[in-house]
């Protein structure tokens, strides 16, 4: 069985940084798309970043040079490492997991596994 759990979420002043961790079990990463989600409150779901089974990164947009995802084969530990912080970054975020390569960042089909998630507030 495929379990998520995230970890690593808490409140930080803008401009500040903040690492949030998947721990995965039950799966292997060389054989999953794995992401990162957020949604704020009164907001969609939306894709922050993924990386597919051949290693390649994808960013939305708005996080690109800012957030990097990262995944540590070894220890099944999945980061998000996310610097200069805006108030709109605030959002829960969840880890998700699908098998194959990744689908579109912008939607969440084919992730079929996901994490309870964990609040990340940006106020000063």
């Known amino acids: 069985e495929v379990q998520l759990a995230e970890s690593g979420g808490g409140s930080v002043q803008p401009g500040g940084s903040l690492v949030l961790s998947c721990q995965a079990t039950g799966l292997t990463y060389s054989s999953y798309c794995m992401g990162w989600f957020r949604q704020a409150p009164g907001q969609e779901r939306e894709g922050v970043a993924n990386i597919d089974t051949d290693g390649r990164t994808t960013y939305a947009d708005s996080m690109k040079g800012r957030f990097t995802i990262s995944l540590d084969n070894a220890k099944k530990i999945m980061h998000l490492q996310m610097s200069s912080l805006k108030p709109e970054d605030t959002a829960t975020y969840y880890c998700?997991?699908?098998?194959?390569?990744?689908?579109?960042?912008?939607?969440?089909?084919?992730?079929?596994?996901w994490g309870k998630g964990t609040l990340v507030t940006i106020s000063s």
């Open positions: 998700a997991a699908g098998g194959g390569h990744c689908s579109f960042l912008s939607t969440a089909v084919g992730m079929d596994y």
